[in-house]
Nanobody, 121 residues
């Protein structure tokens, strides 16, 4: 089994910053990609940022220039640095990872439980 544990959510004022962390544990042989998604009330879950093992990244247009995704492969951990936060960034943020549980095995997709980010004055 693979577990993804998120942390770092909370309440922040507009213009503030938060840093989310996602640590993978369990039967992890290698992690192909790690990503952050978010789901606001009444809306569909959307991709926020993605990072591949070699470090290439992709961002939703709404967060480009404000959010930065990074990862520490040795710790099987991904981070999301969120700056200049806006009320519309309020959502539950979910970590997602594509993981191989053994060398040569097919990769499987895993999700964290989510962490709440609220941007409000």
């Amino acid at each position: 089994q693979v577990q993804l544990a998120e942390s770092g959510g909370g309440l922040v004022q507009p213009g503030g910053s938060l840093r989310l962390s996602c640590a993978a544990s369990g039967r992890v042989s290698s992690i192909i990609n790690m990503a952050w998604f978010r789901q606001a009330p009444g809306k569909q879950r959307e991709l926020v940022a993605l990072i591949l093992k070699e470090g290439s990244t992709n961002y939703a247009d709404s967060v480009k220039g404000r959010f930065t995704i990074s990862r520490d492969n040795a710790k099987n951990t991904a981070y999301l640095q969120m700056n200049s936060l806006k009320p519309e960034d309020t959502a539950v943020y979910y970590c997602n990872a594509g993981v191989r549980t053994a060398p040569g095995a097919a990769y499987s997709e895993h999700w964290g439980q989510g962490t709440v980010v609220t941007v409000s004055s």
